[in-house]
């Protein structure tokens, strides 16, 4: 597992990662001894193991299985953190130097090359940054069904209404509605 290895390349004790990731320390045994399922992780728990270590939640997940896919949720909820934690621009050229939108395409994970390609679109145009025409083949495509925020489809299910999906629609940054995903706030993740 990735967090064993990184631990030893650091000279890390778990106690240690424990100390400084905020993360209990019988929490950090459990994973790096593979008692607990990693699908059933919080992301938070993750994200805060995957900083100190300085590696990505992807690089985990990836660890623990070749072909690990996390929930759209949490896949959006880490790329959010990512942004935030890089910066606007790093969080661009990173993500065009990795052609991780490319690759998630040819796994056939749409949504996430989807969203991913939205963010990148999105933080290119309130930078005044000039898109990367690599993947105007993807910017003509959208998902069959939409995907909105969970809290909205929630409340939607609740009440057996639909005023707050077009409501969504309405408020959404227009880089993500184009893929038929309705995203309207990235800064705001705790």
Same mark, same amino acid.
């Given at each position: 597992?990735?967090?064993?290895?990184?631990?030893?390349?650091?000279?890390?004790?778990?106690?240690?990662?424990?100390?400084?990731?905020?993360?209990?320390?019988?929490?950090?045994?459990?994973?790096?001894?593979?008692?607990?399922?990693?699908?059933?992780?919080? &992301?938070?728990? *993750?994200y805060?193991?995957?900083?100190? /270590?300085?590696?990505?939640?992807?690089?985990? +997940?990836?660890? $623990?299985? #070749?072909?690990?896919?996390?929930?759209?949720?949490?896949?959006?909820?880490?790329?959010?953190?990512?942004?935030?934690?890089?910066?606007?621009?790093?969080?661009?050229?990173?993500?065009?130097?990795?052609?991780?939108?490319?690759?998630?395409?040819?796994?056939?994970?749409?949504p996430? &090359?989807?969203? *991913?390609?939205?963010?990148?679109?999105? /933080?290119?145009?309130?930078?005044?940054?000039? +898109?990367?025409? $690599?993947? #105007?083949?993807?910017?003509?495509?959208?998902?069959?069904?939409?995907?909105?925020?969970?809290?909205?489809?929630?409340?939607c299910?609740?009440?057996?209404?639909?005023?707050?999906?077009?409501?969504?629609?309405?408020?959404?940054?227009?880089?993500?509605?184009?893929?038929?995903?309705?995203?309207?706030?990235?800064?705001?993740?705790?």
């Open positions: 597992m990735i967090i064993n290895d990184e631990l030893l390349k650091k000279n890390m004790s778990k106690y240690r990662l424990s100390k400084e990731s905020g993360v209990p320390q019988t929490t950090i045994t459990d994973i790096c001894c593979e008692k607990v399922d990693l699908e059933k992780c919080a &992301a938070g728990t *993750l805060r193991i995957a900083k100190v /270590l300085n590696i990505t939640i992807e690089d985990i +997940l990836e660890s $623990n299985s #070749n072909e690990y896919r996390s929930d759209f949720e949490t896949f959006k909820s880490n790329t959010c953190h990512y942004v935030k934690d890089k910066g606007d621009l790093d969080f661009i050229i990173e993500t065009l130097q990795s052609n991780s939108i490319r690759t998630l395409y040819q796994k056939k994970w749409y996430e &090359a989807f969203y *991913l390609l939205g963010m990148v679109d999105y /933080l290119s145009r309130i930078n005044d940054i000039p +898109l990367c025409d $690599n993947y #105007n083949d993807m910017r003509t495509q959208k998902l069959n069904k939409p995907i909105y925020p969970l809290g909205v489809s929630a409340f299910n609740v009440t057996n209404t639909s005023a707050s999906y077009e409501q969504a629609k309405k408020q959404s940054i227009p880089e993500f509605s184009r893929f038929n995903i309705f995203e309207s706030e990235i800064r705001d993740v705790v």
